[in-house]
Antibody
Framework: EVQLVESGGGLVKPGGSLRLSCAGS????????MNWVRQAPGKGLEWVSC????????YYADSVKGRFTVSRDNAKNSLFLQMGSLRAEDTAVYYC??????????????WGQGTLVTVSS | DIQMTQSPSSVSASVGDRVTITCRAS??????LAWYQQKPGKAPKLIYA??SLQSGVPSRFSGSGSGTGFTLTISSLQPEDSATYFC?????????FGGGTKVEIK
């Protein structure tokens, strides 16, 4: 069974930093592109970042470019999101999401339970 | 960026009703569209991608469309279908979602 478990969320002050982690199991982590998707309270879904299986390509939403850095450690089946210069508008549940198929299109066939990031003074 | 526009934003229907949700892309995305179902407090669930119903999803769900116009239809609404539905384009980065359609049972 595919499992994705996020951690690292919490309360942080504006301008602060936070590192999210996502642990994958039940599948060959190194074969799948991975993404971060966020959802502000009571709002819709916003894609944040994508990292390819081998880390050869990385994409970011304009809203986080230059402030967030995605990375992965395939040996540890882990995905990370280093978040910096945090703003109130970054407050959201952050989901780790796996693409449906290795090398396939970027729709999300597996999701974690999410971790809440709250940016507030 | 490709904008995804969903309508309606909410719909209230009775059990057994047919419900149709539309999603319009601001440019041609061919068939690179997915639909997700999200229940309160839960992660989204992929229900339809590129004209393919996902495994385990009831056959009362169907999707259609290509180019810029897409629909998700629930042929006979059931109580467990109460949720918010999102479309997502996978044609081009940045990936973008529609604003969501909340489906409620009367």
């Amino acid at each position: 069974e595919v499992q994705l478990v996020e951690s690292g969320g919490g309360l942080v002050k504006p301008g602060g930093s936070l590192r999210l982690s996502c642990a994958g199991s039940g599948f060959t982590f190194s074969r799948y592109d991975m993404n971060w998707v966020r959802q502000a309270p009571g709002k819709g879904l916003e894609w944040v970042s994508c990292i390819s299986a081998s880390s050869s390509y990385i994409y970011y939403a304009d809203s986080v470019k230059g402030r967030f850095t995605v990375s992965r450690d395939n040996a540890k089946n882990s995905l990370f999101l280093q978040m910096g210069s945090l703003r109130a508008e970054d407050t959201a549940v952050y989901y780790c999401a796996r693409v449906l198929s290795p090398g396939g299109s970027t729709w999300f066939g597996g999701w974690g339970q999410g971790t809440l990031v709250t940016v507030s003074s | 960026d490709i904008q995804m526009t969903q309508s309606p934003s909410s719909v209230s229907a009775s059990v057994g009703d047919r419900v149709t949700i539309t999603c319009r892309a601001s440019q041609d995305i061919s068939s690179w569209l997915a639909w997700y179902q999200q229940k309160p407090g839960k992660a989204p669930k992929l229900i339809y991608a590129a004209s393919s119903l996902q495994s385990g999803v009831p056959s009362r769900f169907s999707g259609s469309g290509s180019g810029t116009g897409f629909t998700l239809t629930i042929s006979s609404l059931q109580p467990e279908d109460s949720a918010t539905y999102f479309c997502q384009q996978a044609n081009t980065f940045p990936l973008t979602f529609g604003g969501g359609t909340k489906v409620e049972i009367k």
